[in-house]
């Protein structure tokens, strides 16, 4: 017997190793159980691989589509600096999940098609840019194309996480520090950043 949840680690270490091309069978062989031992607790290995990697796409836009509703709430950095930390948590978990599901284009999970995934991008972005439409409606924020700094925001954010799977360390900060850089650069410059400032600090020396 294997309890769901140690099954669910084993598989999730055969998923980030060998990727989406891993087998049911690699699986249950390093779980040490029999292959249709699996199947009795999962449908598919798609079902498999959605849990062991603890990503739901529908809980992910969900997220995503809340943030329209924190315009004029709070502090403008403070409600974008969270929002941007809690991507970027997201998304440590979703980007390898795709990068996984579209590696194998015959898999039922990288066709959940490409239709879907497209609307599921556009409702992003169109959260995204409602909360600086918002934002710049209310005055608190410069009007300028709100699409553009919703392109921006996603894209520089998704780089991140892109970066720690393909080439980590190029990215020097913490995710934490990145956020709230990112932030204050669309905001226009914002407070002067309190961590990493001894290195902002020799860039101006060697500037000066």
């Known amino acids: 017997m294997i309890s769901n949840e140690r099954l669910l680690e084993v598989a999730r270490e055969v998923f980030l190793e060998f990727g989406i091309r891993a087998t049911t069978l690699e699986v249950a062989t390093r779980?040490?159980?029999?292959?249709?031992?699996?199947?009795?607790?999962?449908?598919?290995?798609?079902?498999?691989f959605r849990a062991a990697m603890q990503f739901d796409p529908a809980e992910a836009l969900a997220f995503v589509e809340r943030l329209p509703g924190l315009a004029g709430t709070g502090e403008l950095r403070a409600v974008l600096v969270q929002f941007a930390e809690q991507f970027l948590e997201l998304g440590r978990i979703a980007v390898p999940v795709m990068m996984m599901s579209w590696s194998n284009p015959e898999s039922q999970l990288c066709g959940e098609h490409l239709s879907q995934r497209t609307e599921r991008f556009r409702r992003v972005v169109h959260a995204i840019t409602a909360f600086f439409d918002a934002e710049m409606a209310g005055g608190r924020l410069a009007r300028?194309?709100?699409e553009v700094l919703a392109r921006m925001l996603l894209g520089t954010l998704h780089h991140f996480c892109v970066s720690e799977h393909v080439a980590p360390g190029v990215v020097a900060m913490s995710a934490h520090d990145y956020a709230r850089e990112v932030v204050d650069v669309l905001l226009g410059g914002g407070p002067a950043p309190e961590v990493g400032s001894a290195r902002h600090a020799k860039a101006r020396r060697r500037e000066s």
Do not use: C, Q, V
């Open 31 to 48: 779980a040490r159980i029999a292959e249709g031992t699996i199947f009795h607790r999962f449908k598919s290995k798609e079902e498999l």
């Open 144 to 146: 300028r194309d709100p």
